[in-house]
C-alpha cells in the first residue's frame, strides 16, 4: 500500500477550479511537513505549496499565489489542494508528498523539491 496517494485530477476549463486530496497511510500528516509538487511535460518538477502545522503560514510558489490553498484533515489523516482560477500553465501531474518536519523547513522542501513520501500522481489538465 503506498504511503500517499492523490485523487481529483481531472480536465478543467480554464477560470475554473479542482480539489485534489492526498490520502495517507502508515505517515501521520500532522508530523510531517506536506508539499504538492507539480510536473509538466518536458519540465522538471516543481514546489507548489508546501506546509506544515508547525508554521503559522504555508510556502507558496509564486505562480499560485491568491489563486491555491492548503488544507489538513488530521482526523482523515488527508490533506488537500484547492486550486481556483486554473490557467493552462496549470497543466501537469501533481503530487504530494512528506517528509517529517524535524528534517525540513517548508521552503526548503518546496524549493529543493523534497519528500521521503509519495504519492504517484493525478493528472491535472486545464484546457478550453
Known amino acids: 500500500q503506498l504511503p500517499l496517494v492523490e485523487s481529483g485530477g481531472g480536465l478543467v476549463q480554464p477560470g475554473g477550479s479542482l480539489r485534489l486530496s492526498c490520502s495517507a497511510s502508515?505517515?501521520?500528516?500532522?508530523?510531517?511537513?506536506i508539499g504538492w509538487f507539480r510536473q509538466a511535460p518536458g519540465q522538471e518538477r516543481e514546489g507548489v505549496l508546501c506546509y506544515s502545522s508547525s508554521d503559522s503560514i504555508p510556502y507558496y510558489a509564486d505562480s499560485v499565489k491568491g489563486r491555491f490553498t492548503i488544507s489538513l484533515d488530521s482526523a482523515k489523516n488527508t490533506v488537500y489542494l484547492q486550486m481556483n482560477s486554473l490557467t493552462p500553465e496549470d497543466t501537469a501531474v501533481y503530487y504530494c508528498?512528506?517528509?517529517?518536519?524535524?528534517?525540513?523547513?517548508?521552503?526548503?522542501?518546496?524549493?529543493?523539491?523534497?519528500?521521503?513520501?509519495w504519492g504517484p500522481g493525478t493528472q491535472v489538465t486545464v484546457s478550453s
Open positions: 508528498a512528506a517528509r517529517h518536519r524535524r528534517l525540513t523547513t517548508i521552503q526548503a522542501m518546496c524549493d529543493m523539491v523534497g519528500g521521503d513520501y
Open positions: 502508515g505517515v501521520t500528516l500532522d508530523e510531517h511537513a
